[in-house]
């Protein structure tokens, strides 16, 4: 018997399973792939969808050639639509530039009505460009640029093409179309120049508005005004006219109750006052004493005179007057030496 060693089978079975394990992981790789959360995939079969996958995980699949996986991706996009001229109600050619919101909500129809994701904002812009100058159509200028237009018309005017374009945008496209916004209303440079005319006049009719309205009511409030002077001055003078009424009634009853009281003492007192009003200084009279009140200038009041005060029984009476009536000149020093 030969002594030589045998060669031992172990790095043959070693190398065996090494190799088993490999190609069992090749054919893991090949009949199996990963979706994740924020994609779906869509595994075509020869060419041909035949599922679309949206659960993140593991998944089978027959090995390549037989299935092929085609991966989109499901997050939110933006993009702006081009700029180009469109025609409001009114007929104002206006540019308005818009945004938009989206994402892959159908990806077998995407990827048969659209293809590559790049392909898609040249369809959503023709998209919503009809949608939105549709929307323009059934819109005047003012209703969407004017101070006077409705809180609320620019938030309409957006909502009208989103609802238009978003239908169409899922059934043909495949496309969630979350939100659509305007970023700005411009004017083509031809037209700026006369819409800004046209602004002018408009504010300059609106003032004009204004302030004829502020003077009518001016002359409203001043005619308002005038008529509540004229009742408060009517109301014034009436409320005066009968105080000085109660007043001079008052004044009569007073005057009558003291001049009642002596009849001759107050006729005495008027004749003096009239005396006072009738002669100053520079006054030269002739008069005959025997008038009133001026005989009281020649002898002083005559006692027992009608109307003269009665002196008490006691008093010396002065004689009586002469029986031709004297003249008297007021004042004496106008009167000359030689005169009678």
């Given amino acids: 018997m030969s002594d030589a060693p045998v060669p031992s089978s172990r790095p043959v079975i070693l190398r065996g399973t090494a190799l088993a394990l490999?190609?069992?992981?090749?054919?893991?790789?090949?009949?199996?792939f990963i979706v994740r959360e924020n994609e779906q995939v869509v595994v075509l079969r020869f060419g041909k969808p035949v599922r679309t996958l949206a659960d993140a995980g593991w998944h089978w699949r027959a090995p390549f050639p037989i299935d092929r996986v085609q991966r989109l991706d499901t997050r939110l996009r933006q993009g702006e639509l081009r700029l180009s001229e469109a025609l409001t109600r009114d007929k104002r050619n206006v540019i308005v530039p818009m945004f938009y919101v989206w994402r892959i909500a159908d990806a077998p129809r995407f990827?048969?009505?659209?293809?590559?994701?790049?392909?898609?904002?040249?369809k959503l812009d023709a998209l919503l460009t009809s949608a939105r100058n549709?929307?323009?159509?059934?819109?005047?200028?003012?209703e969407l640029v004017s101070l006077q237009a409705a809180p609320d018309a620019l938030a309409a005017f957006e909502r009208g093409i989103a609802d238009t374009a978003r239908a169409d945008a899922?059934?043909?496209l495949g496309i969630e179309l979350v939100d659509t916004g305007v970023l700005r209303f411009t004017l083509p440079q031809a037209n700026t120049e006369a819409v800004f005319r046209r602004m002018r006049a408009e504010?300059?009719?609106?003032?004009?508005?204004?302030?004829?309205?502020?003077?009518?009511?001016?002359?409203?409030?001043r005619a308002e005004t005038d008529k509540e002077v004229a009742v408060l001055m009517a109301d014034a003078r009436r409320y005066a006219e009968e105080t000085r009424g109660r007043a001079e009634a008052d004044a009569a009853r007073i005057y009558a109750s003291a001049h009642g009281e002596d009849v001759a003492f107050y006729t005495f007192l008027r004749e003096l006052q009239s005396l006072r009003t009738v002669v100053?200084?520079?006054?030269?009279?002739?008069?005959?004493?025997?008038?009133?009140p001026f005989r009281l200038l020649k002898d002083g009041p005559?006692?027992?005179?009608?109307?003269?005060?009665?002196?008490?029984?006691?008093?010396?009476?002065?004689?009586?007057?002469?029986?031709t009536p004297a003249v008297v000149v007021y004042p004496p020093a106008a009167v000359s030496a030689d005169q009678p």
């Fill in 134 to 142: 549709a929307a323009l159509g059934r819109a005047a200028f003012d």
């Fill in 22 to 32: 490999g190609a069992l992981a090749v054919l893991l790789a090949a009949s199996g």
């Fill in 302 to 323: 005559v006692i027992g005179a009608p109307g003269m005060p009665v002196l008490p029984a006691t008093a010396p009476r002065p004689s009586a007057p002469a029986a």
């Fill in 280 to 292: 100053d200084r520079n006054t030269t009279l002739v008069l005959d004493t025997e008038s009133a």
């Fill in 170 to 172: 899922d059934k043909n």
């Fill in 111 to 122: 990827l048969a009505r659209v293809g590559p994701v790049e392909a898609a904002p040249e």
């Fill in 203 to 221: 504010r300059l009719q609106e003032a004009a508005r204004h302030r004829a309205e502020g003077r009518a009511q001016a002359e409203t409030l």
